[in-house]
Nanobody
């Protein structure tokens, strides 16, 4: 059984910082590329950043230079350090695995491990 639990969200002023955590149980974490996703009200879920099991990272253009993704395989935990936050970063943030083969549809069974997410609200 796989469980993903996100934490660390909150309310912050524009320009502030937050650090999100994703705790994973089960076998999903160590062998998979993991990703942070976000979904704002009325919008689709978007990929924010990914990190491979070896530590290679990639970012959406909207967060490059402001967000840093990292992982601790020994602790089955992934992080997202978010700096210089903007109101448009307001969303529920989720973690899950990611694959280029299923990059266009987050409703497929590959992504059946969505957690509850953590709310990030950035005030202007």
């Amino acid at each position: 059984q796989v469980h993903l639990v996100e934490s660390g969200g909150g309310l912050v002023q524009a320009g502030g910082s937050l650090r999100l955590s994703c705790a994973a149980s089960g076998s999903i974490f160590s062998i998979n590329t993991m990703g942070w996703y976000r979904q704002a009200p009325g919008k689709q879920r978007d990929l924010v950043a990914t990190i491979t099991s070896g530590g290679s990272t990639s970012y959406a253009d909207s967060v490059k230079g402001r967000f840093t993704i990292s992982r601790d395989n020994a602790k089955n935990t992934m992080y997202l350090q978010m700096n210089s936050l903007k109101p448009e970063d307001t969303a529920v943030y989720y973690c899950n695995r990611w694959s280029i083969y299923y990059s266009d549809d987050y409703s497929v069974p590959f992504y059946d491990y969505w957690g509850q997410g953590t709310q990030v609200t950035v005030s202007s």
